[in-house]
């Protein structure tokens, strides 16, 4: 099992309304990325959201991506995730951006993909009904492999179109394209997600083994995908969940009951209205439970025994990860526990990763580098028009003009 931890611009309270504040919220998430590539971290997923106030100020993560690569050495960067609407933007824009980030990590990029959370921020792009962008995802997705892979890209689709041949530049970096993800937020996704050859993002808001049926789902329908969607399969369910890891094991139990660490929940149940919701349903402005208030101790250890949340020493925290282990998970990522300060998540950062990760990844490769290293030949041919051997290139209306390289 691998691990990674999810970056999502989440700046609770005052904080989010206040610009200096934002500034520095935002650049120690990037500190916290380039800190887990020294501490045994294989991958940082960094969220894409539009308008969603404290709960996620992570708009253009691309830009993000392209710091952290230059700092880093290791660790995979993925989008997490990238939505696909072409009335957001032009599919053209999404292949060309993985492409370059590819470049930019050499190889380090994974394209996780989706079709928006939920229907506010797809509001700020003037899509009303969340349940159009399901066949949007559908025909871009398909079709960005085909942009990274032929010379003379032309569509005529649905939702979009390039209506003459066009090289999209650049193509990705190296041998093949960047692995490619879905979101999963809805039980049918995961097999989805399986049948065509790519992993599943998924996020974990109810007891760890109510998800064993869904990783099942998707194991199933992977053993015999019904499309590959791009070069090779990725094999791979990426489960997020919240982790508080401190050498001071009361500590830890104290962020844990304190309503700092649910009040993320109440905004992911007011903003993500394309999922279900946690299982308790408070949803922002309600104030979220503060397990401390109930003498919460023995509601906490429910809460860590269903999968919930992990929470205690790298000892504690080492028992507790062996129920993802159990269910079938392949990818455990944590977001950034509310309740915790800045170096209190450094702290985790480096326990973690140097006593718990070692105990079950003991690979130094990286999963996805092995997918990709092990495909075959492109899924697409290089050209759609005629070749001319004589010119070498693609026959398009310009070619009588252009000179003939040597």
């Known amino acids: 099992m691998e691990f990674g931890i999810f970056v999502n611009g989440f700046i609770p309270g005052p904080a989010a309304h206040d610009r200096a504040s934002e500034h520095l919220a935002l650049r120690r998430e990037m500190e916290i990325a380039i800190k887990a590539d020294r501490h045994n971290w294989k991958y940082v997923w960094f969220g894409e959201h539009h308008s969603l106030t404290e709960y996620s100020h992570m708009s253009a993560p691309e830009v993000v991506m392209g710091y952290v690569a230059?700092?880093?050495?290791r660790i995979h960067l993925g989008t997490g995730i990238?939505?696909?609407s072409p009335r957001k933007e032009h599919p053209v824009r999404f292949a060309e951006r993985a492409a370059m980030l590819d470049h930019i990590t050499e190889g380090r990029?994974?394209?996780g993909t989706g079709r928006g959370?939920?229907?506010h921020e797809l509001k700020s792009f003037n899509i009303m009904d969340t349940n159009s962008t399901k066949?949007?995802?559908?025909e871009v997705s398909r079709e960005i492999v085909r942009m990274w892979e032929q010379?003379?890209?032309?569509?005529e689709g649905q939702h979009f179109t390039v209506p003459t041949p066009h090289n999209i530049l650049p193509k990705p970096y190296g041998h093949s394209h960047p692995p490619i993800w879905m979101a999963c937020g809805n039980p049918p996704s995961f097999a989805k997600a399986g049948s065509l050859g790519i992993g599943a993002i998924a996020f974990n808001f109810e007891p760890i083994y109510n998800l064993k049926g869904r990783i099942e789902a998707y194991k199933e329908a992977a053993e015999n995908p019904v499309e590959i969607l791009g070069d090779y399969q990725n094999n791979n369910v990426m489960m997020t969940n919240a982790v508080v890891c401190l050498n001071d094991r009361k500590r830890a139990r104290e962020i844990a009951?304190?309503?700092?660490?649910?009040?993320?929940v109440t905004l992911v149940n007011l903003y993500h209205d394309t999922m279900p919701k946690s299982a308790d349903g408070i949803t922002w402005p309600e104030p979220p439970i503060n397990l401390g208030a109930f003498g919460g101790e023995e509601l906490l250890d429910e809460l860590i025994a269903g999968g919930y949340l992990l929470c205690g020493t790298p000892d504690e925290v080492c028992e507790q990860v062996e129920a993802y282990q159990r269910v079938g998970c392949d990818q455990l990522v944590f977001g950034l526990a509310g309740g915790m300060n800045f170096e209190e998540h450094l702290e985790m950062l480096e326990l973690f990763g140097d006593r718990v990760i070692p105990e079950f990844d003991r690979s130094p490769e990286i999963s996805t580098a092995v997918y990709r290293r092990n495909a075959g030949a492109p899924k697409y041919p290089p050209y759609n028009s005629p070749v001319d051997p004589d010119?070498?290139?693609t026959v398009l209306p310009l070619s009588a003009i252009l000179p003939v390289p040597d």
Do not use: M, P, Q, V
């Open 135 to 138: 066949a949007e995802w559908d």
């Open 70 to 73: 230059a700092r880093t050495e």
């Open 117 to 119: 959370a939920g229907s």
């Open 151 to 155: 010379y003379d890209y032309s569509f």
């Open 391 to 393: 010119l070498k290139h």
């Open 109 to 111: 990029f994974e394209w």
């Open 257 to 264: 009951l304190s309503a700092g660490n649910a009040y993320i």
């Open 82 to 84: 990238n939505s696909l």
